[in-house]
């Protein structure tokens, strides 16, 4: 029982992280039709830019890796203050990491989406794998190709519970940030006038675009949004698993997309359910069953939703029309 | 002079070709880097144009096509590592006994891999567009994580000691079968039947085309060809690793077929010469070379997003269904040689009536 409840929450703080990297798929399909390969690759930019930040802000902790070249480079960069790990460390990085990628995820956006924007969504599909492709590359080159360890935000500790499950407190951090990411996501989509027009978009884009909205604002917006959560997965992550490198966002980012897919693609609240589905299904394979087959769960979940519900757990039945 | 008979001396001049260059690239006169990414190109148009005949020449958008290779590379290694080198002795054991021993092991292969595709394909192809793509691109990445398990062919470790058969003719007769297969899958009524199906499905069905048949056949003949495409690199480099079937492999052949243009055989062929040597080409960058490679991939999309000679059908259909259905007989299609024009249409490749 306790080793349950302590896979449960696992699952749901990995889960979690799922459902952040899933919103970004869901809500770019939802506006463009487009299933943007590179989001997994955002998130790996978010966690690396975290990485920079802790060593540039002068995270205590951070300074074993801060001897090494590009370490000192984000130091001088950014002063090289001295910051004691804490709750508000961890915060302040997470957020600068989503700010960048936000501005990532635009500039993606303008110059590799919009000009094929008007080609056919084949021609988009392609170019997102090359924009997965150059981040990945281009992040072996600048980053460099060897995993590097994530410093410590805050203190990680055990907490007993009862009935003798431990639970680790870096994974109720992240579910709580996760969850307050959510409803801030939730908040601006359907409480504010560019979450009314992000709707509108997903809609029906030619009739968003007669009533007057700058669809192409609001989709550059959506990017941003998207990119800001898969920087703040990214971070999250690597406070969970401090073992960060170019390549991590591939697997994740195929996860997180199928995650979007179950709960219904274009669907907000679909591509949360679907991320805690995953997680929880993921670890429990991984706790009971065969670890080794833990990267074939999620696929095969994929297939069986597609077969017999293509649409997703929450997603509307479309109509064809003739 | 019958039409047979003209058929047969062109086969048998093309045999006798390939046996000429077989010899003579195996004598040292040319580099063997140059033949080594000339029969990879091989490799790679068979791989190119198998998959043109499903995501090209009938609309249906796969990408698990390094699945089926790996189905077909793996069990013809299994064949050959267990039984290739005795058959090959009894038949001498020299240079013939292992052409035919890698004959052998190109058709199991073929066959296993056009098997996994209908078991693939019954299912999923009720599927369309978007979701199709990301069944097999399920599909793909399940068929990586069982070759991970199955110890009996190595399993993560890989599974090395395969014969090394670097047969020039094989890998050749392979890719100009696999064209010729299309070519005239293409120019058939059962082509006709297959086109119809990607210029709109639902009059295909309403002129009594069997559309589910069709497609689950289209697929299992790629598959099996994707197959025999596999069994050629198993035996190319006597090691195979199922890393090298993720789904990224799936998505160099899709990247061939689209540069080269969708439902276009030349260019899927060019496309797969192009991408086979673009990354040898820029090996003098080191490091940025596949930076340059993906920056490369974008500029294209941008600037020539029908591919190299691509049919614009194909594309149009995919912007047709991206409008969910909705009518409009006056927007520009992919074609327009002029992108500004395009731009300035209020048409744009989304939305459309309903929101899916």
Not at chain 1, 195 to 224: C, E, P, W
Not at chain 2, 173 to 202: K, M, P, W
Not at chain 2, 268 to 295: D, K, N, W
Request: with cysteine; net charge positive; charged share 10%.
């Amino acid at each position: 029982m306790s080793t349950f409840l302590q896979q449960l929450i696992n699952g749901i703080s990995l889960g979690a992280i799922y459902s952040l990297i899933a919103l970004g798929y869901t809500m770019v399909y939802g506006v463009l039709k487009l299933i943007n390969f590179a989001h997994g690759d955002v998130y790996m930019v978010g966690a690396f830019m975290g990485f920079y930040l802790a060593n540039g802000l002068g995270v205590r902790g951070a300074q074993m890796i801060g001897a090494s070249a590009d370490g000192l480079i984000a130091r001088g960069l950014l002063g090289g203050g001295t910051l004691e790990p804490s709750l508000i460390t961890a915060l302040v990085v997470m957020l600068l990491a989503m700010a960048i990628c936000a501005a990532v995820g635009v500039v993606i956006e303008r110059f590799a989406y919009r000009p094929v924007r008007k080609y056919s969504r084949l021609t988009a599909l392609i170019t997102a794998i090359g924009v997965s492709l150059l981040l990945e590359n281009g992040g072996q080159v600048v980053f460099g190709a060897e995993p590097k360890f994530f410093p410590e935000l805050f203190g990680k500790r055990n907490i007993e519970l009862f009935g003798g499950a431990s639970i680790n407190s870096a994974d109720i951090v992240v579910l709580l940030i996760a969850l307050v990411l959510m409803i801030a996501l939730q908040l601006i989509v359907y409480r504010t006038k560019t979450g009314r027009a992000m709707r509108a978009v997903s809609f029906n884009l030619q009739s968003a675009k007669l009533m007057g909205i700058n669809t192409d604002h609001i989709i550059a917006f959506t990017f941003a949004l998207g990119s800001a959560l898969a920087a703040a997965a990214g971070v999250l992550v690597a406070i969970r698993i401090p073992r960060i490198d170019p390549l991590m966002g591939i697997l994740v980012g195929l996860k997180a997309f199928v995650a979007a897919v179950l709960g219904g693609i274009g669907n907000i609240p679909g591509a949360m359910l679907g991320g805690l589905l995953i997680g929880i299904t993921e670890t429990m394979v991984v706790g009971y069953l065969n670890p080794t087959y833990k990267d074939a769960v999620a696929f095969a979940i994929l297939i069986l939703i597609l077969l017999f519900r293509p649409s997703g757990l929450l997603g509307t039945v479309a109509q064809e029309k003739v | 002079m019958p039409r047979y008979l003209r058929n047969l001396i062109i086969a048998l001049v093309v045999i006798a070709a390939l046996i000429g260059l077989d010899f003579v690239f195996q004598g040292r006169m040319i580099s063997p880097y140059f033949v080594r990414i000339l029969m990879l190109s091989g490799i790679a148009i068979t791989l190119a144009v198998s998959l043109n005949l499903i995501n090209g020449f009938t609309g249906q958008f796969s990408i698990g096509h390094a699945g089926f290779m790996a189905v077909g590379a793996y069990s013809s290694a299994y064949f050959s590592v267990n039984y290739g080198v005795n058959f090959a002795n009894s038949l001498g054991g020299g240079k013939l006994g292992w052409v035919v021993a890698l004959g052998i092991a190109t058709l199991i292969g073929a066959v296993a891999a056009g098997i996994a595709g209908l078991a693939v394909g019954i299912p999923s192809l009720r599927l369309r567009g978007d979701y199709l793509a990301i069944v097999t691109l399920g599909f793909g990445q399940i068929i990586v994580v069982f070759l991970n398990n199955i110890e009996a062919i190595g399993g993560a470790r890989g599974y090395s000691g395969i014969p090394i058969v670097k047969s020039f003719f094989w890998i050749f007769l392979i890719a100009i079968l696999t064209i010729v297969i299309v070519y005239n899958i293409v120019n058939s009524a059962f082509g006709r039947a297959l086109i119809s199906i990607r210029e709109d499905e639902l009059a295909a069905e309403a002129m009594g085309v069997n559309t589910t048949r069709y497609k689950v056949m289209a697929f299992a003949i790629s598959s099996a060809l994707a197959g025999a495409g596999g069994v050629l690199l198993a035996h190319f480099d006597g090691y195979l690793n199922p890393k090298s079937f993720e789904f990224i492999k799936s998505f160099e052949i899709l990247i061939m077929i689209i540069l080269g243009g969708l439902g276009s055989i030349v260019g899927s062929v060019l496309g797969a010469i192009l991408l086979t040597v673009l990354p040898e080409a820029l090996r003098g960058f080191a490091e940025y070379r596949m930076v340059i490679y993906s920056l490369l991939l974008i500029i294209l999309m941008i600037t020539r997003p029908q591919g190299l000679l691509g049919s614009t059908a194909a594309l149009k259909n995919w912007r047709k269904r991206s409008k969910g259905g909705a009518k409009s007989p006056t927007s520009p299609t992919a074609k327009s040689p002029n992108p500004t024009t395009a731009a300035t249409q209020p048409d744009g490749p989304i939305g459309g009536e309903n929101p899916q």
